[in-house]
């Protein structure tokens, strides 16, 4: 099977178009270190706003992706594209129907070799995502497992993404979906402020996905990337 374009990344910034950021914080997230740059929100996002984010960030060699949340946000030109899937909710039109929708308007235009499915699977239940969504965020473990495990054999998805949004999650947790992924790869955000709990999420999850703290205290960003990429576990 052909490696994922995403395949590498450890740590990832994601950005939000809906909120400004200052030439200078943009310059330093993108030299930081950081494998990329995820641009995407879950509300306020305008095919104007990304576009000028997108443009700002392409200045730089680092690998650039938008997460596709809105048709008005879905713009050409970055280097490799997510499409969500809400896995435990129960409104279909997260799941299936806003993305035929999507399909139906630009599915002649889609580089289907750099996009790419995740399965979100949203765990806390005061985050925007997850009002949005109606997300059934209070999973046990047994419950989490079962959605690891239909997105990653039955729906064979090549991203799960658990998503706290603003928390920092259950790390037992994260490291039982851990156990239970076998070939998709494992996506963690949520609530990453410091080097420390970049450095926790790192030891189960593939990828981590840094953002909140971004606009609250850039120097803790920044220090993320070290944190993951100087330790956590390797042997994925």
Sequence with gaps: ?????????????????????????????????????????????????????????????????????TLDGAVPGFDGYFVPLVLNTDRAEWIIGKQIEGLKEYGTFVPWEETAAQGYIILNEDATAAQVTGANAALDEEGLIAYVRMADRLMRLPVIYLEYSGRF???????????????????????????????QA??????IVVGNVIYTDLAAALST???????????F
Excluded at 172 to 198: E, W
Aim: charged share 30%.
């Design 1 to 69: 099977m052909k490696e994922a374009w995403f395949s590498e990344w450890r740590h990832v910034f994601k950005l939000d178009p809906d909120k400004p950021i200052s030439d200078e914080a943009l310059d330093a997230l993108c030299m930081s270190g950081t494998d990329a740059i995820l641009i995407g929100g879950s509300s306020g996002v305008t095919f104007e706003n990304t576009v000028d984010l997108m443009s700002r960030v392409r200045r730089y060699e680092v690998d650039c992706a938008l997460e596709v949340s």
């Design 225 to 235: 990337v070290e944190a993951v990429r100087g330790g956590g576990r390797q042997e």
């Design 202 to 207: 790192a030891e189960h999850a593939h990828t």
């Design 169 to 199: 999650g259950d790390m037992p947790l994260l490291a039982s979906a851990r156990r239970a992924v076998r070939n998709a790869r494992l996506f963690y955000g949520g609530g990453i402020d410091s080097a420390d709990k970049a450095r």
